[in-house]
């Protein structure tokens, strides 16, 4: 089992810049694909990006492509979003999760464990 926390949320202006930290518990932190998910209010879950084990491989979501990126240091345990370019659309509660699929997911369920989640806002 693996625990995930979430850090480096905050309030931030359009075309600001943000980071996300999310450290893993455990010893067995390069087993998991990882991936970050938002959620605005009133809005579902959505995918926003993912690496894989060794980070050879990285997803985007349309929408943040060529202004986010993801990686990893499995020597600390943790994932990074880089959040550049932020727009008010961006404005959500992050979540990091962990699948131990070989391949990282693109949905929520291919995911095994998830974080509490940074509220990230973006004013206009």
């Known amino acids: 089992q693996v625990q995930l926390v979430e850090s480096g949320g905050g309030l931030v202006q359009a075309g600001g810049s943000l980071r996300l930290s999310c450290a893993a518990s455990?010893?067995?932190?390069?087993?998991?694909?990882m991936g970050w998910f938002r959620q605005a209010p009133g809005k579902e879950r959505e995918f926003v990006a993912a690496?894989?084990?060794?980070?050879?491989?990285?997803l985007y979501a349309d929408s943040v492509k060529g202004r986010f990126t993801i990686s990893r240091d499995n020597d600390k345990n943790t994932v990074f979003l880089q959040m550049n370019r932020l727009k008010p659309e961006d404005a959500a509660v992050y979540y990091c999760?962990?699948?131990?699929?070989?391949?990282?997911?693109?949905?929520?369920?291919?995911?095994?464990?998830w974080g509490q989640g940074t509220q990230v806002t973006v004013s206009s």
């Open positions: 455990g010893r067995t932190f390069s087993s998991y694909a």
């Open positions: 690496i894989s084990r060794i980070g050879s491989m990285t």
């Open positions: 999760a962990a699948s131990l699929s070989a391949v990282p997911p693109r949905i929520s369920r291919g995911y095994d464990y």
